[in-house]
């Protein structure tokens, strides 16, 4: 139970990781923008604002959307393919990621376009993520069968004794 746990931590702090790296992608993407466009590339802290914005944003989502998805594609994957689980998973996070911005956009009384915009954008931004998380979930499932199997190989044989034994 302990180890199915840690398996799981391991796979929320990765997707948190990968967001924040998204992030950072993201802020790296729109200065090169702002630089080659001759725009404002913003204040001396846009980019570290932007950076903490990623983080936070990943760790709320982490619980309320990686951590469901991926449980739903695992028990996919228990009646399915591991490539039905993984797909599943990366749907209902698109899925969930869409409907969150959605509500967000309906809520800040955003245009329509804006919010098909940021529908969109969100439903792309969780697929690296999910697949992160999901892949370090494997990844622990798979090392522990191998670790497993060289711990039994490894393990000494039962000493023999000569108690019980009659002559």
């Known amino acids: 139970m302990y180890v199915v746990i840690g398996r799981h931590v ?16 993201g802020c790296l993407a729109l200065l090169g923008y702002a630089l080659v466009t001759g725009a404002d590339p913003g ?22 959307l990686f951590a469901p998805a991926v449980l739903l594609g695992e028990a996919a994957r228990r009646r399915r393919t591991p490539l039905v689980g993984a797909l599943t998973g990366t749907a209902v996070a698109m899925l969930l990621a869409a409907l969150y911005a959605a509500g967000v956009g309906l809520a800040t009384d955003g245009s329509p376009a804006g919010v098909v915009l940021a529908c969109v954008l969100a439903a792309l931004a969780v697929v690296c993520p999910v697949l992160a998380y999901t892949l370090t979930v494997r990844a622990g499932r798979w090392a522990e069968r191998v670790l497993g199997r ?3 190989r490894s393990a000494p044989a039962a000493p023999v004794t000569g108690e019980g034994v009659t002559s």
Request: net charge neutral.
């Open 10 to 25: 391991a796979g929320a702090l990765t997707a948190w990781l990968v967001f924040t790296a998204e992030g950072l992608v």
């Open 43 to 64: 204040g001396p802290l846009a980019g570290p604002m932007l950076l903490v914005i990623a983080a936070l944003l990943g760790a709320v989502l982490v619980p309320l």
């Open 150 to 152: 060289r711990m039994l």
